[in-house]
């Protein structure tokens, strides 16, 4: 079956460091990827969303410098948290969707959770 | 922006009864879909229902575009139910930029 597999599932990092977390669809070929993030006590806010053969796009309040993504391929994306700071902390999932159709909504993998010393 | 707001906030219920979850968007949604977020983090799709009813298993979700609202029934409640509730619109139609809500969170006790 068709599944989104994001790794690591958790992290932790100092203060002013980066991490890298990587997101892989498994099963089938995502057309577009998009990258939320939960921090505590709030909702899911879209960060950028990344579609093949369009550019990235990020969200207000989020910037490539800070967040820069690839998506190299139909199966794989990765972002990278660069200088990380404790209102960087929560989790962030990854959902892929499979095709154009617009009434299918992403599949999302398991998250990970990013906790900032 | 567009707004999603979900009552209650929390909800406590004894093992068998019936919960009911609103969501109310501040504009036209043209997808609306309900998910589920284990206590774990992880979230999987329940319902995708950008208008009138649709049903599976023991969920009931019922859409008014015009009035701009959502519900969400779950029947005989189980444990296995607790857990967060998300409501999420998309004004594009494509599911690429979805807009949530904060959420109901749900305890279902034996």
């Known amino acids: 079956g068709a599944l989104v597999y994001q790794y690591p599932r958790r992290t932790i990092c100092k203060s002013g460091t980066s991490m890298r977390m990587e997101c892989q669809a498994v099963g089938f070929q995502a057309t577009s990827v998009a990258w939320y993030r939960q921090s505590p006590q709030k909702t899911f806010e879209l960060i950028a969303l990344s579609t093949v053969n369009s550019a990235i796009k990020y969200e207000q309040n989020f910037t490539q410098e800070k967040f820069p993504i690839s998506h190299p391929n139909l199966s794989f994306s990765s972002m990278t948290v660069l200088n990380a700071y404790l209102e960087d902390r929560g989790l962030y999932l990854c959902g892929a969707r499979a095709d154009r159709a617009d009434n299918q909504a992403p599949l999302f993998g398991e998250g990970t959770r990013l906790s900032v010393l | ?110």
């Not at chain 2, 799709?45 to 649709?54: A, I, M, W």
């Not at chain 2, 857990?83 to 109901?104: H, M, P, Q, R, V």
């Open chain 2, 1 to 110: 922006g567009q707004q999603v707001q979900q009552s209650p906030a929390s909800l406590v219920l004894q093992e068998g009864e019936n919960a009911e979850l609103q969501c109310n968007f501040s504009s036209t949604a043209t997808q609306l879909q309900w998910f589920y977020q284990s206590p774990g983090g992880s979230l999987v799709s329940l319902l995708s229902n950008p208008s009138g009813t649709k049903h599976t298993g023991r969920l009931t979700s019922t859409t008014v575009t015009k009035e701009r609202r959502s519900s969400l029934h779950i029947s005989s409640s189980q444990t296995t139910d607790s857990g967060t509730y998300l409501c999420a619109i998309d004004e594009s139609g494509s599911f690429n930029k979805l807009t949530f809500g904060a959420g109901t969170r749900l305890a279902v006790c034996p």
